[in-house]
């Protein structure tokens, strides 16, 4: 089973940034993608952005294409998401999601963050 943990969320001014981490901790298992998504108040989560291990293939949500940028870590298992020119509706929580293989059972899962709280304010 694979652990995540989140950080780099807080409170920011229109058009500042923030940096989001996420590490993946575990045993026997390899992850396929990382990426954030993120839940506003009263709407669905979102897919913000995604970052493949085979060829760091990246997929962005169109509200943040050119502000934001997911990269990954392979040694240390970890996703950032750096956020630039932040709005007022960036605000939410985003969750770290790994996409991973285990070893162990020859399945493929999903694993969730515990959500880290970003709020822009205007």
């Known amino acids: 089973q694979v652990q995540l943990v989140e950080s780099g969320g807080g409170l920011v001014q229109a058009g500042g940034s923030l940096r989001l981490s996420c590490a993946a901790s575990g045993s026997s298992f390899r992850i396929n993608a990382m990426g954030w998504y993120r839940q506003a108040p009263g709407k669905q989560r979102e897919l913000v952005a995604l970052?493949?291990?085979?060829?760091?293939?990246?997929n962005y949500a169109d509200s943040v294409k050119g502000r934001f940028t997911i990269t990954r870590d392979s040694a240390k298992n970890t996703v950032y998401l750096q956020m630039s020119s932040l709005k007022p509706e960036d605000t939410g929580v985003y969750y770290c999601?790994?996409?991973?293989?285990?070893?162990?059972?020859?399945?493929?899962?999903?694993?969730w963050g515990q959500g880290t709280q970003v709020t822009v304010s205007s």
């Open positions: 999601y790994v996409d991973y293989y285990s070893r162990r059972t020859y399945r493929t899962y999903v694993a």
């Open positions: 970052i493949t291990t085979d060829s760091d293939n990246t």
